[in-house]
């Protein structure tokens, strides 16, 4: 292997931590409202998001493949910072202004996570050796997870802090105390400076040799319809992702409605960024516990392993249990990184390099789908039920998702059982 090469895997992790653990993520909600958007414009920026992750996702696949998956992450890093600057330069309760410089943040952070998706992971495993690959994935892959759980740590406590100027003005002279305007866009600054990381990185990668490099930008259609196809006729392929899909869009719903359920259950709103600290912390043991199961049973053993885990989850989330409910939300949370390796270690496994990339972005889009398909049928659940007392129409849509989550995965993992044994 070439020894430039053995670099990557290290410039791979570090991207992984400072794309993804972002400090703004636990006040992420009231970050918009508090620039002065109301809640139907913040429900239909992301909307925007959804949907432009969801067009561009395989296209951008497509290119990493052809053009190489080291210029789609430099495009995602640069994408990522000019998606910060324009929330660091909106005027607070700006009107017109304001309102579109938060689409343009939108569009430019969906942008991002596709070209990042699946062309990063490419990246990483294209650069192992050979030999024994699959083992130094699974490696690298529990470092990279861990690493992110780090990372999530640092930046929910940082971000949550950081946000309210209340105990920042505590430790600064008079002089220096911050106003609350400001207070708020240092979360954003903290991940304008991870995005410079994440370009450092990335102009620093080398571009593995694969199997369609050099070929032509006329080929990306091609390749594009060839590795959905080939995705939807791949037995093991198309049966993780499908099955993936259906328990993804649902926890990953509540991951993004976590605060309202947070405030459901009683506990104060100083306390979401530790939580988030926390999860980063529990998050560190997911991998290695997910190597050996994989390891031990099949496919389809630990996605039923997930989908039971979920379902008990979500049941034990709808009593809404003051302070105690936080541990059926952690433990949906850990599940979901136990979904995300197994998911990731099969595609890996089964797909060859001239259409990794593509087939990620295959399986991002699909998963994305599923979650903006789900979250808007979620959102309009809570329409139809009174919120009187506050929180009820929540606590009624998440009594209304455990059936449904039970009807849907039984009906794919029964389809997937007489699928993967039916002869070709």
């Known amino acids: 292997m070439n020894a430039d090469l053995s670099l990557n895997a290290n410039r791979y992790v570090i991207f992984s931590v400072f794309f993804t653990a972002r400090a703004y993520y636990p006040v992420l909600a009231i970050l918009f409202i508090d620039l002065g958007l109301t809640l139907d414009q913040f429900v239909l920026l992301n909307l925007i998001w959804a949907a432009t992750i969801f067009l561009f996702e395989v296209p951008s696949g497509a290119l990493a493949d052809i053009i190489g998956r080291r210029r789609l992450l430099i495009a995602a890093s640069l994408l990522m910072a000019i998606e910060m600057l324009c929330l660091l330069f909106a005027p607070r309760d700006g009107g017109t202004v304001l309102f579109s410089l938060c689409v343009i943040n939108r569009i430019c952070s969906g942008l991002s996570e596709a070209c990042a998706s699946g062309a990063d992971e490419a990246l990483a495993y294209d650069s192992l050796p050979t030999d024994n690959r699959e083992q130094a994935w699974d490696k690298l892959l529990g470092h990279a997870m861990r690493w992110r759980a780090v990372g999530f740590f640092m930046a929910m406590i940082l971000g949550g802090i950081i946000y309210n100027p209340e105990p920042l003005n505590s430790f600064l002279p008079a002089v220096l105390h911050l106003s609350a305007n400001i207070a708020h866009r240092l979360p954003v600054a903290l ?218 995965t039984m009906v794919l993992f029964t389809w997937a059982s007489v699928y993967l044994q039916r002869k070709r």
């Open 191 to 408: 991940v304008l400076c991870q995005a410079m990381v994440c370009l450092w990185m990335t102009l620093h990668m080398v571009e593995p040799i694969h199997s369609a490099a050099g070929s032509t930008l006329k080929q990306a259609f091609k390749v594009t319809l060839s590795a959905a196809y080939w995705v939807m006729t791949h037995r093991k392929t198309l049966v993780v992702v499908l099955i993936g899909v259906a328990i993804d869009s649902i926890v990953r719903n509540f991951a993004t409605v976590n605060s309202s359920y947070y405030r459901l259950i009683h506990l104060p709103e100083w306390t979401y960024g530790f939580l988030g600290a926390v999860m980063g912390v529990l998050w560190w043991f997911v991998p290695g516990i997910a190597k050996k199961l994989n390891t031990r049973f099949s496919m389809i053993a630990n996605l039923g392993f997930v989908a039971l885990g979920s379902l008990i989850g979500l049941a034990a989330l709808v009593p809404a249990w003051p302070i105690y409910g936080l541990i059926p939300a952690m433990f949906l949370m850990m599940m979901m990184g136990f979904l995300g390796f197994t998911v990731s270690r099969v595609l890996h496994n089964e797909t060859d390099s001239a259409r990794r990339a593509t087939v990620l972005s295959v399986k991002g889009m699909v998963f994305n789908l599923g979650y903006g398909l789900f979250s808007f049928a979620f959102s309009t659940l809570l329409t139809r039920f009174p919120d009187a007392p506050v929180g009820a129409a929540l606590r009624s849509a998440l009594l209304w998702q455990v059936p449904f989550f039970a009807v849907l």
